[in-house]
């Protein structure tokens, strides 16, 4: 009779995010959500995705995520529809046979 040998891995991965600087956030009225938001810069949102500064570009572009006029002139991406949008990526990711 020949015993089977069966090993079991058990992994525990767990992950922060690092800013190397204070991000930038503002209240600022958020037409798409008509409501009060807090805004962060793209390049905030971009450090938060992982991901190319342009890429936060297009989704503003698309639609997928709510913008407004920062103080400083430059353009804020509202947060809860960061949160939204992420939620939504990792719904896809989920239901993705390859995952």
């Known amino acids: 009779m ?7 891995v058990n992994l525990e991965i767990k992950e922060t995010l690092m ?8 209240w600022k009225w958020c037409a798409a959500c008509r409501a009060v938001r807090l805004m962060i ?7 938060l995705f992982r991901t190319a ?5 297009e989704w503003l572009k698309a639609g997928r995520a709510h913008s407004a006029d920062l103080p400083d002139g430059s353009v804020g991406i509202c947060f809860f529809s960061l949160l939204d949008l992420a939620e939504d990526l990792n719904q896809v990711e989920r239901e993705s046979p390859y995952c």
């Open 2 to 8: 020949t015993k089977k040998i069966r090993t079991v």
């Open 53 to 57: 500064p342009q890429a936060m570009d």
């Open 41 to 47: 810069t793209t390049e905030d949102a971009a450090s």
């Open 19 to 26: 800013l190397k600087q204070r991000p930038v956030m503002v």
